[in-house]
């Protein structure tokens, strides 16, 4: 499929695939700026993230969604619902998996999932940048074997490899269609939901292993003070056990401390704008199998 420069074309295509193959290092790096987060540990993105590139005759719409994985709350439910829910809305399927990683049930599972999918399929390669080049071969087959790919494309998400051969591919499969987004617009995510996605990756990458996926950070204020020349963001990290609690605020403090001069600097780049930021710890206990709190803290099924 040859691309035409004379006509505009724009759409939407999805990026799923098992927890921590890259997504949103993927989404953050196409885009030019963050906006989605980014963590080692499994399950990070919580809800669809739309992040959108615009060039001169194409406008991309990328959806980051939820790693698919075997739900064990009603918050992995909520996850992996989101993710489903995606492939039906959408022009082309980005399915990205490890190359450092032999395929695994979670990828079968993934692919029994696309079997009834008209919908173009990319298999993406991530991560070759930790595989040999004469080992692509063996892990294009063992995928190929499973499904007939629209697409197949190696890359490295995060030091750029191919990306922009992935992009031109992409743009190929996409329809003639109008600009859904201005040109400066890089996410449909207000500031709100991307200021407290910085702060709760903050708390995972600093809390390691002591704190799981049981955190939330819910946004109580922003204002711009004009007066000082600053921003003013007021947010509450919510943790589901007292013990948590006490893990994410350290000895005298000094973790809460290092999480908001870390997150800080994020929203700051965001905001373009110097931020005064004051954050707090509460305890709400099984939050995730909630669906009221759930619902408070941003998780609305009923958008998707």
Same mark, same amino acid.
């Given at each position: 499929?040859?691309?035409?420069?004379?006509?505009?074309?724009?759409?939407?295509?999805?990026?799923?695939?098992?927890?921590?193959?890259?997504?949103?290092?993927?989404?953050?790096?196409?885009?030019?700026?963050?906006?989605?987060?980014?963590?080692?540990?499994?399950?990070?993105?919580?809800?669809?993230?739309?992040?959108?590139?615009?060039?001169?005759?194409?406008?991309?719409?990328?959806?980051?969604?939820?790693?698919?994985?075997?739900?064990?709350?009603?918050?992995?439910?909520?996850?992996?619902?989101?993710?489903?829910?995606?492939?039906?809305?959408?022009?082309?399927?980005?399915?990205?998996?490890?190359?450092?990683?032999?395929?695994?049930?979670?990828?079968?599972?993934?692919?029994?999932?696309?079997?009834?999918?008209?919908?173009? #399929?990319?298999? $993406? *390669?991530? =991560? /070759?940048?930790?595989?040999?080049?004469?080992? &692509?071969?063996?892990?294009?087959?063992?995928?190929?074997?499973?499904?007939?790919?629209?697409?197949?494309?190696?890359?490295?998400?995060?030091?750029?490899?191919?990306?922009?051969?992935?992009?031109?591919?992409?743009?190929?499969?996409?329809?003639?269609?109008?600009?859904?987004?201005?040109?400066?617009?890089?996410?449909?995510?207000?500031?709100?939901?991307?200021?407290?996605?910085?702060?709760?990756?903050?708390?995972?990458?600093?809390?390691?292993?002591?704190?799981?996926?049981? #955190?939330?950070? $819910? *946004?109580? =204020? /922003?204002?711009?003070?004009?007066?000082?020349? &600053?921003?003013?963001?007021?947010?509450?990290?919510?943790?589901?056990?007292?013990?948590?609690?006490?893990?994410?605020?350290?000895?005298?403090?000094?973790?809460?401390?290092?999480?908001?001069?870390?997150?800080?600097?994020?929203?700051?780049?965001?905001?373009?704008?110097?931020?005064?930021?004051?954050?707090?710890?509460?305890?709400?206990?099984?939050?995730?199998?909630?669906?009221?709190?759930?619902?408070?803290?941003?998780?609305?099924?009923?958008?998707?």
């Amino acid at each position: 499929m040859q691309k035409d420069s004379n006509n505009f074309k724009s759409g939407f295509i999805s990026i799923i695939g098992r927890p921590n193959v890259g997504k949103s290092t993927f989404l953050n790096r196409v885009v030019g700026q963050k906006i989605a987060i980014m963590s080692d540990k499994p399950q990070t993105t919580r809800n669809k993230v739309q992040g959108v590139v615009t060039t001169e005759n194409s406008q991309l719409v990328f959806i980051d969604t939820p790693g698919i994985h075997k739900p064990k709350h009603k918050l992995g439910d909520f996850m992996v619902k989101s993710a489903r829910n995606t492939l039906k809305e959408v022009d082309v399927i980005m399915f990205m998996v490890n190359a450092n990683e032999p395929i695994g049930g979670g990828d079968r599972f993934i692919i029994d999932l696309l079997q009834n999918t008209e919908t173009p #399929v990319f298999l $993406v *390669i991530n =991560k /070759i940048d930790l595989v040999h080049p004469d080992d &692509l071969l063996t892990i294009i087959t063992s995928y190929t074997e499973e499904y007939d790919f629209a697409e197949i494309v190696p890359l490295s998400a995060l030091n750029g490899n191919n990306v922009e051969r992935l992009m031109e591919t992409l743009t190929d499969y996409l329809p003639e269609g109008p600009k859904y987004y201005p040109d400066d617009q890089v996410t449909d995510h207000p500031e709100r939901f991307i200021i407290s996605e910085f702060i709760r990756e903050k708390v995972l990458h600093l809390t390691r292993e002591e704190i799981p996926h049981s #955190v939330a950070v $819910v *946004i109580e =204020k /922003i204002e711009r003070d004009e007066s000082r020349g &600053l921003v003013d963001v007021a947010a509450t990290i919510v943790v589901d056990r007292d013990s948590q609690k006490g893990i994410v605020i350290g000895k005298k403090g000094a973790l809460l401390k290092e999480i908001g001069t870390k997150a800080r600097h994020d929203i700051e780049m965001l905001l373009g704008s110097k931020v005064y930021l004051e954050l707090w710890v509460k305890v709400q206990k099984d939050w995730r199998n909630k669906p009221g709190q759930l619902r408070e803290f941003g998780f609305r099924e009923d958008e998707y």
